[in-house]
């Protein structure tokens, strides 16, 4: 009993394998995601052999395991190892074969060309396969192929491909071309431009696409090929794709400036006083004003509204960019542009290009800062922010802060350097913080006092550097207010061991220069420094070597205009002259050149009396080490304007903008985009449709009488709706009137009453009666009967 009832568990099992097995081949067939499960269990034997079949199952089912492959890169597989195996099937009647053998030559064909060259020929005969889909991939799959030889057999397949009636094989003409200009460049181009002139010209907005990426990178120069699409582009802007609005934006753009007026601006308050666009963007001579446009330029910025919500990040900054060359600030703000940059800040699919766009952010902001002052609370960091972005947010509110909401940023910049661990972001935030200093003296005290408390509370070697940095900055700016920050730096050279030599060499040089505004407590600091001078770091042993002859001349001035009698400066009696006596033979022996020779100068000097030339070298004004906040840089074709940005160099480049050449008539330059002739595919296609029929039609010639459907004699014409497949059967087309005209209203049935009566010609007559209503019954029948024939005929 026990061995029957394993025997029934075991078949069972067996049973319940095989149906997951077939389950799983059959979901395989249906392209479920299933059959990855199912082509595991393939070997590389066999699947070289399904590959090999003749049965075309067998083969869609090898190819379709090398897709899963493909797909899961598996690197244990050598997939070109079956690039023969493959290739051979690229023959096949199968047409989802054909597709799958096309996609595995755009990857490996490239790698292994010598042998991809073989299967030219079978390519080559799938330019002309039905499916249009097999075609483009064919034409992908032999561009890809980067053989010199085989160039001119490329370059004819494109060249009848273009003709294409589908839309798809002609936008892959476009791509084709684009490959052999990346490898032949000057030697196709004769070839390549009159092709992309016939690609500019195509009605599908996909082929244009291509074209357009096509033109952007072969030739952006060639702007002339735009004029008679120029309008026609505008209004197929939004159904292009997105990296062809990226780029046709930007050809726009730039032929703007070379073929359309620039905008006038007109006074508000007195119509007479226009004048054209600056290349400023703030450079506006009127306080109110209103812009006059050229229509083709007023076209392509209308045209640009739609795509300023465009999920595609870079669409929107080159939207912005060409608000911001080719109209006035009045403009800009009300293009809602700056709301969209904005609005792409905290999206979190643009990571990565965030950096960017606050970098062009950080420019519009230079030139404009009010475009985005409503938008402050925006740029505040967040413990998310990468290094980049966080310097580049830091930048954007030192150009922002102004006296209303300087409170506010000043206490955002606090936090940031008492909580944030990266110097880079660090060093931006004192920056910012020295920007706020500059507003105003209260300001500026306040920030100094709060530095010195951080720097005597401990912090960081790195950060030492830039908090010295910024403290010399604010001193600079007014340092007759600052007497008591000058008296706790002193305190700070003495306790703080664990300042850097760059730290102390920059406080040693802030008191140099102090000894201009407050003599007094400057020598005392030489005094202190003396003692340690061989154990001091190489920039502060200079430094000090600069301190010593700094004091050394501002006393020989100020003994001399002191004195009533105008005589020697008696150097033997001087306290500071024995000091820099002394320094300046310590530095006589010191290792570093520069340093014996700071020393061997000063010593000339001042031993030979020359306390003029010794003061134009020492006394001179120095400018601050940070660079005021607000920049209002002007507008202008040269990079160098950015440099003090500190952007990255990809980016000055793209934001490079050129100058508005146009110098000509308004009527000729609208002359030049008069439509040009455009190239119509769809009415080669061999297919018909209800849409195609009445293509030419509008909805009211859909109706029996409408013009198109009769002769001229008033008949309707019939034979141009007869249509003949492929397979030889014949069809009528009709419209929905004629349709529904061939059904017959039912009469609704009449009930038949017999009523019995003693008269025999009643019973007569009741009985005529019920025979003619069976006759009319069955005359209804057959007309209902006839009218289904005629339908299914």
């Given at each position: 009993?026990?061995?029957?009832?394993?025997?029934?568990?075991?078949?069972?099992?067996?049973?319940?394998?095989?149906?997951?097995?077939?389950?799983?081949?059959?979901?395989?067939?249906?392209?479920?995601?299933?059959?990855?499960?199912?082509?595991?269990?393939?070997?590389?034997?066999?699947?070289?052999?399904?590959?090999?079949?003749?049965?075309?199952?067998?083969?869609?089912?090898?190819?379709?395991?090398?897709?899963?492959?493909?797909?899961?890169?598996?690197?244990?597989?050598?997939?070109?190892?079956?690039?023969?195996?493959?290739?051979?099937?690229?023959?096949?009647?199968?047409?989802?074969?054909?597709?799958?053998?096309?996609?595995?030559?755009?990857?490996?064909?490239?790698?292994?060309?010598?042998?991809?060259?073989?299967?030219?020929?079978?390519?080559?005969?799938?330019l002309s396969d039905p499916d249009s889909e097999v075609r483009s991939l064919a034409l992908k799959a032999i561009s890809d192929i980067k053989i010199p030889s085989l160039y001119p057999i490329v370059l004819h397949s494109v060249k009848k491909a273009i003709t294409d009636a589908a839309a798809d094989?002609?936008?892959?003409?476009?791509?084709?071309?684009?490959?052999?200009?990346?490898?032949?460049?000057?030697?196709?181009?004769?070839?390549?431009?009159?092709?992309?002139?016939?690609?500019?010209?195509?009605?599908?907005?996909?082929?244009?696409?291509?074209?357009?990426?096509?033109?952007?990178?072969?030739?952006?120069?060639?702007?002339?090929?735009?004029?008679?699409?120029?309008?026609?582009?505008?209004?197929?802007?939004?159904?292009?794709?997105?990296?062809?609005?990226?780029?046709?934006?930007?050809?726009?753009?730039?032929?703007?400036?070379?073929?359309?007026?620039?905008?006038?601006?007109?006074?508000?308050?007195?119509?007479?006083?226009?004048?054209?666009?600056?290349?400023?963007?703030?450079?506006?001579?009127?306080?109110?004003?209103?812009?006059?446009?050229?229509?083709?330029?007023?076209?392509?910025?209308?045209?640009?509204?739609?795509?300023?919500?465009?999920?595609?990040?870079?669409?929107?900054?080159?939207?912005?960019?060409?608000?911001?060359?080719?109209?006035?600030?009045?403009?800009?703000?009300?293009?809602?542009?700056?709301?969209?940059?904005?609005?792409?800040?905290?999206?979190?699919?643009?990571?990565?290009?965030?950096?960017?766009?606050?970098?062009?952010?950080?420019?519009?902001?230079?030139?404009?800062?009010?475009?985005?002052?409503?938008?402050?609370?925006?740029?505040?960091?967040?413990?998310?922010?990468?290094?980049?972005?966080?310097?580049?947010?830091?930048?954007?509110?030192?150009?922002?802060?102004?006296?209303?909401?300087?409170?506010?940023?000043?206490?955002?910049?606090?936090?940031?350097?008492?909580?944030?661990?990266?110097?880079?972001?660090?060093?931006?935030?004192?920056?910012?913080?020295?920007?706020?200093?500059?507003?105003?003296?209260?300001?500026?005290?306040?920030?100094?006092?709060?530095?010195?408390?951080?720097?005597?509370?401990?912090?960081?070697?790195?950060?030492?550097?830039?908090?010295?940095?910024?403290?010399?900055?604010?001193?600079?700016?007014?340092?007759?207010?600052?007497?008591?920050?000058?008296?706790?730096?002193?305190?700070?050279?003495?306790?703080?061991?664990?300042?850097?030599?760059?730290?102390?060499?920059?406080?040693?040089?802030?008191?140099?220069?102090?000894?201009?505004?407050?003599?007094?407590?400057?020598?005392?600091?030489?005094?202190?420094?003396?003692?340690?001078?061989?154990?001091?770091?190489?920039?502060?042993?200079?430094?000090?070597?600069?301190?010593?002859?700094?004091?050394?001349?501002?006393?020989?001035?100020?003994?001399?205009?002191?004195?009533?009698?105008?005589?020697?400066?008696?150097?033997?009696?001087?306290?500071?002259?024995?000091?820099?006596?002394?320094?300046?033979?310590?530095?006589?022996?010191?290792?570093?050149?520069?340093?014996?020779?700071?020393?061997?100068?000063?010593?000339?000097?001042?031993?030979?009396?020359?306390?003029?030339?010794?003061?134009?070298?020492?006394?001179?004004?120095?400018?601050?080490?940070?660079?005021?906040?607000?920049?209002?840089?002007?507008?202008?074709?040269?990079?160098?304007?950015?440099?003090?940005?500190?952007?990255?160099?990809?980016?000055?480049?793209?934001?490079?903008?050129?100058?508005?050449?146009?110098?000509?008539?308004?009527?000729?330059?609208?002359?030049?985009?008069?439509?040009?002739?455009?190239?119509?595919?769809?009415?080669?296609?061999?297919?018909?449709?209800?849409?195609?029929?009445?293509?030419?039609?509008?909805?009211?010639?859909?109706?029996?009488?409408?013009?198109?459907?009769?002769?001229?004699?008033?008949?309707?014409?019939?034979?141009?709706?007869?249509?003949?497949?492929?397979?030889?059967?014949?069809?009528?087309?009709?419209?929905?009137?004629?349709?529904?005209?061939?059904?017959?209203?039912?009469?609704?049935?009449?009930?038949?009453?017999?009523?019995?009566?003693?008269?025999?010609?009643?019973?007569?007559?009741?009985?005529?009666?019920?025979?003619?209503?069976?006759?009319?019954?069955?005359?209804?029948?057959?007309?209902?009967?006839?009218?289904?024939?005629?339908?299914?005929?």
């Open positions: 009993m026990v061995d029957s009832i394993s025997r029934i568990a075991s078949a069972f099992e067996s049973a319940r394998e095989l149906t997951l097995e077939a389950a799983a081949v059959a979901a395989s067939r249906l392209g479920e995601s299933s059959y990855h499960r199912y082509s595991q269990s393939i070997t590389p034997e066999g699947l070289r052999s399904l590959l090999n079949s003749r049965n075309s199952r067998e083969v869609r089912d090898g190819m379709k395991r090398v897709a899963s492959l493909m797909a899961c890169d598996d690197p244990t597989i050598n997939l070109e190892s079956y690039f023969a195996d493959v290739v051979k099937n690229v023959s096949s009647d199968d047409v989802k074969v054909k597709r799958l053998v096309a996609i595995y030559m755009l990857r490996y064909a490239e790698k292994d060309p010598g042998l991809a060259l073989l299967a030219v020929n079978s390519v080559q005969r799938s094989v002609r936008c892959a003409v476009g791509f084709a071309l684009l490959k052999l200009y990346r490898e032949q460049r000057e030697e196709l181009t004769n070839d390549i431009l009159p092709l992309l002139q016939d690609l500019l010209a195509d009605l599908d907005p996909e082929v244009v696409s291509s074209a357009i990426i096509l033109m952007k990178e072969a030739f952006p120069d060639h702007l002339e090929l735009l004029h008679g699409h120029f309008r026609r582009y505008c209004g197929l802007l939004p159904q292009l794709c997105e990296w062809s609005q990226l780029y046709l934006i930007e050809l726009f753009a730039k032929y703007c400036k070379c073929f359309i007026p620039k905008p006038i601006l007109v006074d508000s308050s007195d119509a007479s006083l226009t004048v054209p666009l600056s290349d400023d963007f703030t450079d506006i001579p009127f306080a109110v004003y209103n812009v006059s446009y050229h229509a083709d330029l007023s076209l392509f910025l209308d045209s640009m509204q739609k795509l300023l919500h465009s999920q595609n990040a870079a669409v929107v900054v080159a939207i912005s960019k060409a608000y911001f060359e080719l109209t006035p600030p009045l403009t800009f703000k009300n293009s809602k542009a700056a709301d969209a940059l904005v609005r792409l800040i905290a999206v979190p699919s643009v990571a990565d290009g965030r950096a960017l766009i606050l970098q062009c952010i950080l420019v519009y902001c230079a030139v404009d800062p009010s475009t985005f002052s409503r938008f402050l609370n925006k740029f505040f960091l967040f413990p998310s922010d990468d290094t980049n972005t966080a310097i580049a947010k830091l930048k954007i509110l030192s150009t922002l802060v102004d006296l209303n909401n300087v409170k506010r940023v000043v206490s955002e910049i606090k936090y940031y350097i008492a909580n944030d661990q990266r110097p880079a972001v660090i060093q931006e935030a004192l920056n910012t913080l020295a920007g706020c200093g500059q507003l105003s003296r209260s300001l500026s005290l306040h920030i100094t006092k709060w530095l010195l408390t951080r720097m005597v509370g401990g912090i960081s070697s790195a950060s030492l550097d830039s908090f010295v940095s910024v403290l010399r900055s604010l001193i600079q700016e007014n340092p007759t207010e600052h007497l008591h920050t000058m008296l706790d730096l002193s305190r700070v050279l003495r306790t703080q061991d664990n300042l850097s030599g760059t730290a102390k060499a920059g406080i040693v040089w802030l008191f140099g220069e102090f000894s201009s505004i407050n003599f007094i407590i400057c020598p005392d600091v030489l005094r202190v420094l003396i003692p340690n001078f061989s154990r001091e770091p190489k920039e502060v042993r200079l430094q000090i070597v600069l301190l010593a002859a700094k004091l050394l001349s501002w006393e020989i001035d100020n003994s001399r205009n002191s004195s009533t009698e105008g005589g020697a400066f008696d150097a033997e009696n001087s306290r500071t002259a024995q000091m820099a006596r002394a320094v300046f033979y310590l530095a006589k022996f010191d290792d570093d050149f520069d340093i014996r020779d700071r020393s061997r100068l000063f010593c000339s000097l001042f031993d030979n009396e020359r306390y003029e030339i010794a003061s134009l070298l020492l006394q001179a004004p120095k400018p601050s080490s940070i660079a005021p906040m607000t920049l209002h840089m002007p507008l202008s074709g040269n990079a160098s304007s950015f440099a003090s940005l500190g952007l990255d160099p990809d980016t000055e480049d793209y934001l490079t903008f050129c100058s508005w050449t146009f110098d000509g008539d308004a009527d000729e330059s609208s002359a030049l985009r008069a439509p040009a002739q455009t190239k119509d595919y769809s009415r080669m296609k061999t297919s018909f449709s209800s849409s195609t029929f009445f293509g030419a039609k509008t909805g009211n010639n859909f109706s029996r009488d409408s013009p198109a459907a009769q002769t001229s004699d008033g008949a309707q014409s019939h034979a141009s709706r007869d249509f003949t497949s492929s397979a030889g059967r014949k069809y009528k087309l009709q419209s929905l009137d004629e349709f529904f005209s061939d059904i017959p209203v039912k009469d609704q049935r009449k009930r038949r009453v017999i009523v019995e009566e003693e008269s025999s010609d009643e019973g007569e007559i009741s009985q005529e009666a019920s025979e003619s209503d069976d006759i009319s019954v069955s005359s209804s029948t057959e007309s209902d009967t006839e009218s289904e024939i005629d339908v299914n005929t």
